[in-house]
Structures are given as C-alpha cells and as structure tokens.
C-alpha cells in the first residue's frame, strides 16, 4: 500500500513540476484589427518561443521559428481559418514587445507611470465610456506627442504633407505602454 501511495505521489509531482509556462501575447501588442480568437490561436503555436524570447532567443531566431510554424500549421489547414498573414503579424508584434522588454527592462519599469501620469486624463474618459477605444488610443499619441513638444496639433500636422509634417520624436514603446495602460483601464 505505501509502494502504491509512493508511487502516485511521484506521479503527480512528475506531471506538476513538467507543466511549462507559455508567455501569452500582450494585448497591447497586436495589431489593431487582430480579434481575441486570432490572438489565443497565435498564443497556442507560438507561446513556448515567446518564453524563449523572454529567456533571451533574438528576434530574427524567433520570427524563423514561428514562421516555420505558422506555414506548416497553414499548409496543414490548422489555423481555424486565419490567414498565414494575420497570425504572423500578430506574432512578429509580440516577439518583437518581448524582445524590446529583454533588451531595455529599465525603459519599461522607469516610463510606465510617467505615461500614466501624461495620460491620465484620457484613461479617465475612456473608463467613463466619454470615448472609444480608438479615440482614447489617439488622444493618448496626441498627449504623449505634446509632452515632447507642447505646441503640437495634429489637426495641423495631419494636414500637410507627409514630408513637410513636423511630428516629434518620440520612442514608439511609450504607444505600447499607453495601449497597455488603456486596455488594462477597461478590466
């Protein structure tokens, strides 16, 4: 009896201590048109190479890797009838976040709650419902843009001509955390 109960306790210590931890998409990541389905399929193919993104795996390692993937799962009729195209835009995205998180921690720890803080007053109208998500997701470029160079007005800057604008420059990854920061308003 003890032999039996040894046993099944290594039994479900063995199958507990094997489970692996897959890295979900950030949300914040995907492209705007990408659908929550679309997102949980790249999550199912792709999440042990965005743990190993996570470890340290480069990104062109990563996109051949889950590009290999997708088109086989593609060729197979395994992708629930997404196109090679949506899936692998969707997971460049994210080993791309991932990769950026690995290489610059700092960037993303020290500028969270100054994005925050720049913009606070569009997270509160887009929690009260006063705004859509793409209205907030604009507002929140618009005030990250002006809090580089206040004067900026994109009804101006929109208008002329794409080599005449004068936007400033600013690092793309504060977009991500303001995405975040939004997305994360709503739960």
């Known amino acids: 009896m003890k032999t039996i109960k040894a046993i099944v306790i290594l039994s479900v210590l063995t199958i507990f201590t094997a489970t692996t931890y897959a890295a979900e998409v950030p949300?914040?990541?995907?492209?705007?048109?990408?659908?929550?389905?679309?997102i949980i399929?790249?999550?199912s193919f792709i999440g042990d190479i965005l743990?190993?993104?996570q470890n340290g795996l480069g990104y062109a390692d990563a996109r051949a890797k889950s590009n290999r993937i997708f088109f086989d799962a593609w060729?197979?009729?395994?992708?629930?009838?997404y196109s090679y195209g949506e899936l692998v835009d969707i997971a460049n995205a994210?080993?791309?976040?991932?990769?950026?998180?690995?290489?610059?921690?700092?960037?993303?720890?020290?500028n969270l709650e100054k994005v925050r803080t720049i913009i606070a007053p569009v997270i509160e109208d887009y929690k009260s419902g006063k705004i859509t998500y793409a209205d907030a997701e604009f507002d929140a470029?618009?005030?990250?843009?002006?809090?580089?160079?206040?004067?900026?007005n994109p009804d101006i800057e929109y208008m002329k001509d794409p080599l005449s604008r004068d936007i400033p420059s600013v690092?793309?990854?504060?977009?991500?955390?303001?995405?975040k920061l939004l997305l994360d308003s709503k739960v």
Do not use: H
């Open 41 to 43: 399929v790249v999550e």
């Open 171 to 179: 690092d793309n990854s504060l977009f991500i955390l303001a995405r």
């Open 27 to 38: 949300r914040e990541s995907a492209p705007c048109n990408a659908t929550n389905e679309a």
């Open 94 to 110: 994210a080993i791309w976040q991932y990769r950026d998180m690995y290489l610059r921690p700092y960037f993303y720890a020290n």
């Open 141 to 152: 470029r618009v005030k990250i843009y002006q809090s580089v160079t206040p004067n900026f």
């Open 75 to 81: 060729l197979n009729g395994q992708t629930n009838g």
């Open 51 to 53: 743990t190993e993104v």
